[in-house]
């Protein structure tokens, strides 16, 4: 069996276009269908044989607790606007989970954060998310 990280090779790549821009350069082309040597269905681009493949999202969030409070954010866009929430968002490429827990704290309720560890990490299948929650205190 060949195994997922075939599915790396850089060098089917045309034009050094990074793996992210392929669906875009060949959208008509994406078909969804078994590569040899996989178990399951993915999108593949009819042109080139590029794989693209569908990760779990990672979410990254806080529970910041400062003199037995917990700091929450009132959500403004949808889904669930108007809801509280831990300060929490996606990773971006290019930064750790810690980096990400401190930008989404900052970005979503200007806090900066010292974090303490890991609380919890929850895998959610049905929508594909993989949540990284750590225990922090106000920096
Ligand atoms: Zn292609």
């Not at 003199?67 to 290019?94: F, K, N, S, V």
């Not at 309720?109 to 560890?117: I, K, S, T, Y």
Request: aromatic share 8%; with cysteine.
């Amino acid at each position: 069996m060949l195994g997922r990280p075939t599915g790396f090779d850089l060098r089917l790549l045309p034009g050094g276009a990074s793996a992210a821009s392929l669906p875009a350069m060949h959208p008509e082309n994406f078909t969804r269908r078994t590569p040899e040597g996989e178990d399951r269905e993915r999108l593949v681009c009819g042109d080139c044989g590029f794989v693209a493949y569908e990760n779990p999202k990672i979410v990254v969030g806080s529970v910041v607790a400062e003199d037995g409070r917990i700091l929450l954010c009132r959500r403004a866009i949808e889904p669930r606007r108007g809801y509280w929430t831990l300060p929490a968002g996606y990773m971006e490429l290019g930064e750790t989970v810690e980096e990400g827990a401190r930008r989404g704290a900052w970005e979503e309720a200007r806090a900066r954060l010292e974090l303490d560890g890991v609380l919890a990490i929850y895998s959610i299948a049905r929508i594909g998310q993989v949540q990284i929650i750590y225990r922090a205190r106000l920096a």
